[in-house]
């Protein structure tokens, strides 16, 4: 049974920083990927970053350099680290996990396995 558990979300003013964490348990990282995802209000869920252990990670175009995920295998944790903050980065952030081919088409195709309940992420 694979549970996810975001935190770190809250309000920030433009330009600034938050990072999300996720922590993961009954998940097998061999062959998995693990990313967030985001829900804009009124818009639809867009891929934001994801990882595959130990192989490689992707990025959204929108991200342009201001993001950074990452991995701390043995707290069982996932890190997205957002710089440069700007309003339209506002959305539900969620973090999800399950079975890929690649950190690029997984984020792409946007239908993993396994969500966790979304955290709110407010840029003024």
């Known amino acids: 049974h694979v549970q996810l558990v975001e935190s770190g979300g809250g309000s920030v003013q433009a330009g600034g920083s938050l990072k999300l964490a996720c922590v993961a348990s009954g998940l097998t990282y061999s062959r998995n990927c693990m990313g967030w995802f985001r829900q804009p209000p009124g818009k639809e869920r867009e891929g934001v970053a994801s990882?595959?252990?130990?192989?490689?990670?992707a990025y959204a175009d929108f991200v342009q350099g201001r993001f950074t995920i990452s991995a701390d295998y043995a707290k069982n944790t996932l890190y997205l680290q957002m710089n440069v903050l700007k309003p339209d980065d506002t959305a539900v952030y969620c973090c999800?996990?399950?079975?890929?081919?690649?950190?690029?088409?997984?984020?792409?195709?946007?239908?993993?396995?396994?969500w966790g309940q979304g955290t709110q992420v407010t840029v003024s």
């Open positions: 999800a996990a399950g079975p890929c081919s690649s950190p690029r088409t997984w984020l792409n195709l946007g239908n993993p396995a396994y």
């Open positions: 990882l595959e252990f130990a192989v490689s990670t």
